[in-house]
């Protein structure tokens, strides 16, 4: 394997912070990571146990739709969280991510990636990342949020079906150059922890800012596409629990969504 994901390959990177090496595990193949995070969490794994993939059989998406897994080109993996947060508050694990995930890019020296509300992240046009978040708990309690994240690092368009080619990107397509996942994997998680130790401090307020400032959302003009309704309208921010505000043509109040699948126009 010339671009290694396994526990040894990214041990040196990892260290002092929420994910710990004897909290990875690495699998070839999987059907899911998401799946196979959710089980472990069930089962008991700490916070912080990473599940990694080389490739998926059953990779997943939001609203159900299909994440294209080839083998050894991407990154595939899902992180165990359990935050002491209220169950609606879950979702925000979605921005942290992507906010986090968005610094990990740029710092390949990567210009115009996007965080597009909620989940995910965009280069030169099209799709660079997805991030699909599931939480487990009761009233009033959560059990545990795993977080899937699945990056197009050096896929080629013919990696992926007909449908999805032109909506993928790369980042090898973008650099012009093969990039290493484990420095990137260990990179982001570094992130993440920074951002996420924050929030648990802070509070919601600082991810929401650093996310609005990052955003390539806000102030553009998008299509909102709910279960029973769809409308258009500017995306103007996000408010204090992390839902977008949208303004419709004359209408004088903001629109809030709190969950819906949002197409820039």
């Known amino acids: 394997m010339s671009d290694p994901l396994t526990r040894e390959a990214i041990a040196e990177y990892l260290g002092g912070c929420l994910f710990l090496p004897e909290r990875y595990s690495f699998f070839p193949s999987l059907d899911s990571t998401n799946t196979w995070a959710a089980r472990m969490a069930a089962e008991g794994a700490p916070e912080g146990s990473v599940v990694v993939a080389d490739g998926q059989t059953l990779g997943r998406g939001r609203l159900g739709r299909v994440w294209e897994s080839p083998p050894g080109v991407n990154l595939y993996f ?57 939480m487990a708990g009761e009233v009033g309690k959560v059990h545990y949020v795993v977080v899937g994240v699945g990056v197009n690092v050096n896929g080629e368009p013919e990696s992926y079906s007909m449908e999805i080619q032109p909506l993928a990107r790369s980042l ?43 955003s390539g959302i806000c102030g553009k003009q998008v299509r909102v596409n709910l279960m029973e309704d769809t409308f258009s309208g500017e995306a103007v921010d996000m408010d204090r629990e992390g839902f977008l505000l949208v303004r419709c043509p004359g209408e004088h109040q903001l629109r809030r969504v709190i969950a ?6």
């Open 78 to 134: 899902s992180m165990i969280l359990r935050p002491r947060v209220l169950p609606q508050y879950s979702a925000q694990m979605t921005l942290i991510t992507g906010l986090a995930l968005a610094e990990a890019v740029r710092g390949l020296g990567v210009q115009g990636v996007e965080i597009k509300w909620p989940n995910d992240l965009l280069l030169d046009g099209g799709k660079l990342a997805g991030i699909l978040t599931e």
């Open 260 to 265: 819906g699948d949002i197409r820039l126009l």
């Open 172 to 214: 090898r397509g973008h650099l012009q150059k093969t990039v290493k996942r484990a420095p990137l994997l260990a990179d982001f998680l570094l992130r993440f922890a920074g951002w996420y130790d924050r929030y648990l401090r802070e509070g919601f307020a600082p991810i929401r800012e650093a996310w609005v400032r990052d």
